[in-house]
């Protein structure tokens, strides 16, 4: 078991596949001032929602909306750090 999920299982959660998927659902429900989207049914629902929902219908795994707002934390802080280490460089 130890072999395929590290320490906190993160490796398991976000596989490549559903990376993939939670990058193309941040491009297409971006983050805006408002805090809910309508989608094509007419009905308002939280981002976080849509892109769980986004990952299920692409992928069939599902992440709760609760794993996305994690993620997006945790991916945020990647990107700074990312960014950061770049202009360190030029």
């Given at each position: 078991?130890?072999?395929?999920?590290?320490?906190?299982?993160?490796?398991?959660?976000?596989s490549p596949e559903v990376e993939e998927a939670f990058l193309e659902a941040?491009?297409?429900?971006?983050?805006?001032?408002?805090s809910k989207f309508k989608n094509q049914d007419g009905k308002l629902y939280n981002r976080n929602f849509l892109i769980s929902s986004y990952i299920k219908k692409k992928t069939r795994k599902i992440r709760t909306p609760k794993q996305i707002a994690s993620h997006i934390q945790v991916w945020k802080k990647k990107q700074l750090k990312s960014e950061s280490i770049q202009v360190r460089f030029e």
């Open positions: 078991m130890d072999d395929i999920l590290n320490c906190d299982g993160a490796d398991e959660i976000w941040l491009i297409l429900f971006p983050s805006l001032s408002r």
